[in-house]
């Protein structure tokens, strides 16, 4: 009888497996792309490798992108009545290497920038209770600089700068990855006395890579892929930030026009089947056309989530290394409402009031209204909110969180009373998985190791921020230390 059970359940395993097999006499010729390379996701990391792959290395290549444009995390916002813009996404780029010659090759200008809308009144309030703080005085800047600074020095004494940047191929394996690393961010301030620092990097972050809980919790790995010295260096001011003429997206709509022809916008992946030479990819775009693509690589440029990652017909080895990632999700928004002042409400918590070194926040949470001067009367501002449950703090979840707090605040009379007045959406972006990271008992059992040696295994590389450092121009550079062993293999 078990014995009986257990056959069928083989039966069943066998027979679907024979149903997913794809069958390229179901795609009409139109419908069947040949390419080089194949790569998933068009974000910055997607995009520059598929140029790269096409324009430099001269082979052919396909992007598979589930929006309608490309960039990712990029979002330009035009103000129509004023012309002016708003980059509420990704907003500068700074020197790194040589990545920044990438926007000279796209012939996209680049300018100095400087970050916007923080000279406007402050006013502090903790959302949880709409509860203006009276007594709460910011760290001293000048001493959360020093601390950076001094961040900065140590971690080039000890060489971590090479371990993170761009991306951890230089990280030592599991059992000698210095204990440092391997540290809550917490204790690795407390042992080199930079406490300081931790107000400052904690917004620099996005409220500590937002998503992930406490931050003073977090490992101090997965902190430098949000705070790596590189990024600090142009934090500090020691060297430049620029943004793109136009705003960001110009340079993404560069790419596109570019790769035109090589694009499927609105799709995603949803069968595939992987081997080393032989790759066959089922996109299916949102209005439900399908295409086949045959491909010798695969470059997966999304983040390696189990619900990106499901239609990728995982084994059993790369099914369980990837479910050691651990992510949130963070979403930036452009909002109105006609009774916020024009200032910028900073969510603290009421306890920074005793403990200004810790104004950190619980998850899920929205960070702050930024004024946003450049829109004049249309009294936009600028949001990001945050949460540490990928599934539960979707779309819906943070726009009633930013309802929420404006009702908070103006119940305790920190901002006037809203007169029934919803939150108006101007321009809103899921960010998607964020805050990538994996435990320090995983590192240490060689879970980056393993990654690594995961590049071109059964015909798949990997690039983007879940490998790398979570700044465009590390993940170009990534990119260029990658794509030289994707070409040759
Ligand atoms: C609010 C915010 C501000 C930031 N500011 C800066 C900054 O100022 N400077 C900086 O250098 N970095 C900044 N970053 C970090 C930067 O965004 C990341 O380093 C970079 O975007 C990561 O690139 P990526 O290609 O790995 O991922 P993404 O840019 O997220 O790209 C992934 C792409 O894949 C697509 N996609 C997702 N899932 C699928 C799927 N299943 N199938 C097909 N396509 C899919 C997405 O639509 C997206 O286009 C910021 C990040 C955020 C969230
Ligand atoms: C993607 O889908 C959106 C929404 O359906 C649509 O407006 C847009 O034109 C599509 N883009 C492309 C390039 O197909
Ligand atoms: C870039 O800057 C140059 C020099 O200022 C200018 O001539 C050119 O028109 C600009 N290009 C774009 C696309 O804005
Ligand atoms: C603010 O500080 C003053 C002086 O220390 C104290 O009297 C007052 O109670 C504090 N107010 C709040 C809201 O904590
Ligand atoms: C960091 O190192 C530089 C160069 O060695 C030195 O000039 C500077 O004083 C150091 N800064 C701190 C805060 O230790
Ligand atoms: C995350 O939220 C989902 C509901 O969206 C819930 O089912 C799940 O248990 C939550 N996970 C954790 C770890 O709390």
């Known amino acids: 009888m078990l014995r009986n059970q257990f056959a069928g359940l083989l039966g069943l395993v066998v027979l679907q497996g024979a149903f997913a097999k794809i069958d390229q006499s179901d795609f009409a010729p139109a419908d069947?792309?040949?390419?080089?390379?194949?790569?998933?996701?068009?974000?910055?990391?997607?995009?520059?490798?598929?140029?790269r792959i096409r324009e430099y290395y001269r082979r052919s290549v396909v992007i598979i992108e589930k929006e309608g444009n490309l960039g990712g995390h990029v979002n330009t916002y035009q103000d129509p009545k004023t012309g002016n813009i708003q980059d509420y996404g990704v907003a500068m780029y700074f020197p790194y290497q040589d990545a920044l010659d990438f926007f000279t090759w796209m012939n996209v200008n680049i300018s100095l920038t400087f970050p916007a809308n923080q000279d406007n009144p402050k006013i502090y309030a903790d959302f949880s209770t709409g509860q203006q703080l009276v007594n709460f005085t910011e760290i001293e800047r000048s001493q959360g600089l020093e601390a950076i600074a001094k961040f900065v020095n140590l971690t080039i004494e000890k060489g971590y700068d090479q371990m993170v940047q761009p991306g951890y191929t230089n990280l030592p394996p599991g059992k000698d990855i210095p204990e440092d690393l391997l540290l809550p961010l917490g204790e690795f301030v407390k042992k080199y006395d930079i406490e300081t620092m931790l107000p400052f990097i904690y917004s620099s972050t996005g409220s500590g890579v937002g998503s992930r809980g406490y931050f003073t919790k977090l490992l101090t790995l997965t902190f430098l892929k949000a705070f790596p010295p590189g990024w600090a260096r142009a934090y500090l001011g020691e060297i430049p930030i620029y943004a793109v003429d136009g705003g960001n997206q110009v340079l993404y709509n560069e790419i596109a026009t570019l790769m035109r022809r090589d694009v499927l916008f609105n799709s995603t992946v949803i069968e595939s089947s992987r081997a080393a030479g032989k790759i066959e990819l089922v996109a299916q775009s949102s209005d439900g056309t399908k295409k086949l693509i045959l491909a010798k690589k695969l470059l997966i440029a999304v983040p390696p989530t189990r619900e990106n990652l499901a239609p990728f017909d995982l084994d059993e080895a790369e099914r369980v290394h990837f479910s050691k990632t651990k992510y949130g999700r963070?979403?930036?928004?452009?909002?109105?409402?006609?009774?916020?002042?024009e200032a910028n409400l900073v969510n603290t918590p009421e306890s920074a009031s005793q403990s200004p070194i810790t104004p950190f926040l619980q998850t899920p949470f929205v960070i702050g209204f930024t004024y946003v001067k450049a829109f004049g009367d249309a009294k936009v501002f600028q949001i990001s909110a945050a949460g540490d449950n990928y599934t539960a703090f979707d779309v819906p979840a943070a726009q009633a969180a930013v309802q929420d707090a404006l009702e908070k605040l103006a119940e305790k009379g920190t901002i006037p009373d809203l007169e029934g007045e919803k939150v108006k959406i101007v321009s809103w972006d899921d960010n998607g998985p964020g805050g990538f990271g994996v435990s320090a008992e995983d590192l240490r059992a060689g879970w980056m190791e393993d990654m690594y040696k995961m590049q071109g295994k059964r015909g798949t590389w990997y690039t983007g921020n879940g490998l790398g450092a979570d700044f465009t121009v590390m993940l170009w550079k990534f990119n260029d230390g990658l794509l030289g062993g994707l070409i040759r293999a």
């Open 32 to 51: 069947i792309i040949e390419r080089d390379v194949a790569v998933v996701g068009g974000g910055a990391a997607g995009s520059h490798a598929a140029v």
């Open 330 to 341: 963070s979403h930036t928004a452009l909002i109105s409402h006609s009774k916020l002042p």
